[in-house]
């Protein structure tokens, strides 16, 4: 992951906007913005930083070797029902899958170099002990691959991109990695209905890239897209970023196609928005992590790309004000809105220091957001966003802000709310929620959260305290907060403070403890804090019917 | 159903509009269009008339009594492991449900009236021999009347409100009808988040209604709404008018409360939109027609509702520049297109002469489509579809069309769309096939079954044939064809023609039998076409884990 040991580059140029400037020039707040971050050049090599790293588990290891997940978690016990890895396993899968490279075969051979980007997530934080790494070529291959595997009892973890926050796409103990890199071919794209048919191993941004061609957007966009895979995506069911506009992947995803433990293909790859043929099955692999077969394929709705985007940043005085704003906003903007991005004061502040520049407006505010729209006719757009600006200002929402001019100012405001999660790991380590929570009191947590550790003496300004601050921001228009405590070094009492304390908060406000990175092993046991026994009971049942031998993605999840 | 006997007003006024007026004068397309329908009288104490009807057997009865399910479908058996209803049963569910009217006794008294409502659809297609009807006011007595029905192995059938096209919601024995018409509360609705929490028994006109004051819409649209139910609509997972630009249900509905078939409640009544903790076990609940279990309240998010409506009609020569005109609305209107209605120029053409009025535009067009804008200013969602018909005025992918200038044209346009079912059943009966169809090919199907119709004689202007006409029409947006064929008498050859014809086409095309209007009674034998014989396992997998006595709506589905 990209630490805080790059080069940073000033603020190049800043155009100064009052607040009185937006008040009272009603038609004029255009001020330009422009400032120029470089990306941290340590991050060139590693998949790009996902919108906000999840997890709770400790801190990120500045050492040059990643600690075993059996070391950091010594609880978990292998599975002594699985088989272990024999010569005669990996001479099958060399046969079937035929090139050399598809398969990493650390047994027979010394491979542990090769076998490492495999066994260990991008933050650091959890590494496996696999010795095998397949890379299939075909769903057929897939199949072949899983039913030995189920035969002989042999674990498996499936893996694409590997940019998971909650390490659920690594290996525990020996488990067999199955790598979708190789299946990453674009099948079909059909321009009037707009369904696109891919492989599970196609890059997010590849597919995005060749929907742009044609006019298309993915309707999913996350900071990891250089790197994760659309079939990754899927399987951990990926918010991101255009939810708010274009809805979930439950909603988008029309089709999949998946292989079984057992081998059986379940080819459910329809290009149809409407389909009432029974039970949609498809929709428990959206979200399944991969603990009930491997998504191989997929055929999704994307829509139109828009041809306009304006971009805002403004603050304001409070979380009350913030509500109004977004109102107001999905009120006035509503078909054009398609990001309503939340920051707080504390967030923008670290971030100004770090990155050793002005935020884009003067003064300090409580709360920062940024609103993006997206249409088909930029001077339409450009007027509904002047007209909501003219509203809040004279409302007194909001104190202060700027419009983008361009797309390179468009990409400056954006990396005010970007840049957040890489700015709070410049202390050494960051503790990590990613929660839903009912939007009325999504702030509250972040305060009462502040509060705690300040009355355990553990948040100061000088290295005597661990803590740096309690930060929240996230995706308002969804109810989704990202609550961030940068810390200087592990102290046991932040977290003996931090949890079950936050797992608690959540579960008393009906809201979830994983909004969108989902599971893995990080927050496998807290899962009773966001859903009933009930529940869980029935979930055990779906495992159950599809993976009997448990060979799919063990110690993970539910 | 609204027959064809009604009176109907002829058009009362109606301004011309050539094309040539359309082509040349390149800003002034806005002809008034006047023509006004009034509603077919006998429709008024019934359900309002779907947006299609469905069902492919046999043709509507205009006889006083409607047939029973068990004389139209002789090779359903009951199942023998099914209870025979007791009066000790009636007793255990009056006591539990304590009002007189909240159980209706066939058994013990003589109320066979009261019970012909719950027992037969509104098409008149299917009738069962229910003789008890209970309408549980909570969840909890949902659950206790299940718990007893299933340790009783008591069949039972839920019904929301009835308006199914695929005799789903009636039983076809004895099954308990387990109406939800008095679960209709509407529990909470949060403006900021725009998520309506509800009972299961809302009727879905009530809901938008409701909404309608907060400035929000419920994501889906109807012909039924003013009858339906909203658990019903989830149950079944209804498309509808409003698909196009909101969704499908797999994504607006947020939590589902639920109760299995051995009384668990499963409380998955999330508010949230990201909630990534483990398997999303409410999709299968969402079309899963009241198999494994009953939905009694959900949770949805709804969109803010538009300010601007705006509705243009045209005529197109062929199938070819309707999918241009289709790929056109979606690159100029994007965000603003809210549906785009196929309808073939036969359609138009009967509902002429049964409404005995002239269409909107003139001349005779093989194809006529309907585009709805919905957006947040008028003046921009007018310029941008008044662009667009240039645009396609000018490229001669659309030949005539006219724009509706207030609310009374818009309905009157729309009634161009809206009035085509009821039109169709004028001659007698209809045979209606509701499908998904890949876009490219959506119109073949009726090209192709209208020769075949018409090859083997049946189809012709006199009383001589039994066949009408071959129409289509649709939501073009969604690639959902409504095949219809009307019909002056049932004749056993028709019905030979077309099946099993039709489905096998669609099976080619990976297409779906049915797109929106599920499977029920009328098309469970036919699920092989859509379906493979893998899916049909595995799913069949999920109805035996949630029912193991198959208590829940038996004899259709899968």
Redesign the interface.
């Known amino acids: 992951m990209a630490s805080s040991s790059g080069v940073i580059a000033p603020i190049l140029r800043r155009t100064r906007c009052s607040s009185s400037l937006y008040k009272r020039a009603s038609r004029s707040f255009q001020p330009a913005v422009q400032i120029r971050w470089t990306a941290n050049t340590s991050a060139t090599t590693e998949p790009r930083q996902p919108d906000s790293a999840g997890g709770v588990k400790g801190l990120k290891s500045s050492a040059k070797t990643i600690k075993y997940t059996t070391d950091s978690y010594p609880e978990i016990k292998r599975d002594s029902s699985f088989g272990g890895l024999k010569d005669e396993h990996v001479k099958y899968f060399k046969e079937l899958l035929g090139a050399e490279s598809a398969v990493i075969d650390g047994l027979s051979q010394d491979a542990t170099e090769d076998l490492e980007p495999f066994n260990s997530d991008w933050m650091r934080k959890y590494r496996g002990h696999a010795k095998v790494v397949l890379k299939p070529k075909s769903t057929e291959q897939v199949s072949k691959i899983l039913k030995y595997c189920n035969d002989n009892r042999l674990a498996v973890v499936p893996q694409g991109g590997n940019t998971g926050l909650v390490g659920g796409s690594v290996p525990v103990f020996d488990e067999i990695v199955i790598n979708l890199q190789r299946m990453n071919n674009i099948r079909s794209f059909?321009?009037?209905?707009?369904v696109l048919v891919a492989d599970a191993g196609v890059i997010l941004e590849v597919a995005d890239n060749f929907l742009a061609e044609k006019?298309h957007i993915f309707p999913l966009d996350l900071g990891a897209k250089g790197s994760c895979q659309i079939g990754g995506n899927v399987a951990?069911?990926a918010?991101g970023l255009r939810?708010l506009r274009y809805?979930?992947l439950?909603?988008?995803v029309l089709g999949i196609e998946a292989v079984l433990p057992d081998g059986?293909?379940?080819?459910?790859l329809?290009?149809?928005?409407?389909?009432?043929?029974?039970?949609?099955?498809k929709?428990?692999f959206?979200?399944?992590e991969g603990t009930?077969g491997i998504i191989t394929g997929i055929s999704i709705f994307c829509?139109?790309r828009?041809?306009a985007q304006n971009v805002a940043y403004f603050g304001l005085e409070s979380f009350e004000k913030v509500?109004q704003a977004?109102?107001e906003a999905?009120?006035?903007?509503?078909?054009?809105l398609s990001a309503f991005e939340l920051m707080d004061g504390r967030s923008q502040r670290l971030l100004s220091i770090v990155k050793e520049s002005k935020l884009p407006i003067e003064g300090e505010h409580p709360f920062y957001c940024l609103i993006e729209t997206?249409?088909?006719?930029t001077d339409?757009d450009g007027?509904?966003l002047e007209k909501f600006l003219e509203y809040v200002m004279e409302q007194e929402i909001v104190s202060d802000g700027v419009l983008a001019q361009d797309k390179t100012q468009i990409n400056e405001l954006w990396a005010c709310r970007e840049g957040v999660p890489e700015t709070l790991s410049h202390w050494g380590g960051v503790y990590k929620y990613d929660l839903?929570i009912?939007?009325?009191e999504l702030y509250t947590l972040v305060d009462d959260t502040r509060e705690k550790l300040t009355k355990a003496g553990l948040v100061g300004d000088d290295d005597s305290y661990p803590v740096v601050d309690v930060v929240g921001y996230g995706?308002m228009g969804?109810?989704?907060l990202h609550l961030n405590i940068p810390t200087r070094r592990f102290d046991k009492a932040v977290e003996k403070e931090l949890e079950p304390f936050v797992y608690e908060w959540v579960a008393k406000r009906?809201?979830?403890?994983?909004?969108?990175?989902?599971?893995g092993i990080a927050?496998k046991d807290f899962?009773g804090y966001?859903?009933?026994e009930?529940?869980?009971k029935?979930?055990k049942?779906?495992?159950d019917?599809y993976d009997p031998n448990g060979i799919m993605n063990p110690y993970k999840?539910?």
Chains 1, 2 share one sequence.
Do not use: C, W
Not at 276 to 281: E, H, I, Q, S, V
Not at 330 to 336: F, G, R
Not at 514 to 519: D, I, P, R, Y
């Open positions: 059909d321009e009037v209905s707009g006019n951990t069911n918010g939810l809805g979930s439950h909603g988008n059986t293909v379940m080819n459910d329809s290009k149809l928005r409407k389909n009432n043929t029974g039970y949609d099955l929709q428990l959206i979200g399944g009930i829509p139109q828009s041809q509500q977004f109102v999905k009120n006035q903007l509503s078909e054009i997206s249409g088909s006719n339409h007027e509904k839903s009912p939007i009325k995706h969804d109810s989704n009906n809201g979830s403890i994983s909004a969108e990175h989902g599971l927050k899962i966001s859903r009933t009930t529940m869980i029935l979930m049942q779906i495992k019917l999840y539910i």
